[in-house]
């Protein structure tokens, strides 16, 4: 067995064994998209790609993708429509994985892309949510990849932006009127969290 690849690269191989045969996965960007690439090439044949701007694939674009919107993307899509309507599609509970990114996550899953520090004088400005905190209330199940660094995997976040298991009670989600399933997994550089079933602090799996 090959030893030469990146911790980049293995975090594509692991997050893409989330993908099951049949998922709808709200993809996005970067690593996620390489993940259902090699879920669809292997496990996963007949799993669906949705992008935020309103596509829906049944298999990855041929070429490069620098941003979800790109022509390549276009191309052969199942769906091509808009962005309220790949939200809804959500909304009505048809996705059953969500990859979103983040600054910051802590033990309960919640994740931070608003800022870093004081809110009122910030340490870091973030982008924001995007599509992030749909994601997180709406998605059966999402995942999160970052490096895993001690800045990134905290106690707790400066801001909830995208929310996972919030304090971590039992059914803290769904006593907040949240429709989703909550954060299956973190993905990290050095291995895989998990969560318990009904929510709770994450484990090394």
Known sequence: MT????????????ASREIRDGDTVFVG??????AYAVAQSSHAPSARGLFEVGLMRSRPAEKFLGTMGDPPNVVGALWATRMSNAMALMAQGHVDLGFIGGAE???FGNLNTSYVGDPQKPKVKLPGSGGGADIAILSRRWVTLMSHERRRLVD????????????????????????GGGPSAIVTTLGVLRFPDDGGEAFLA
């Open 3 to 14: 030893t030469d690849y990146t911790p980049q690269e293995l975090m594509v191989a692991v």
């Open 105 to 107: 996550v802590d033990r």
């Open 29 to 34: 960007m970067r690593l996620p998209v390489l």
């Open 156 to 179: 707790r976040v400066s801001f909830v932006t995208s929310p996972g298991y919030g304090d971590g009670s039992p059914g803290w989600r769904r006593r907040n009127g949240l429709l």
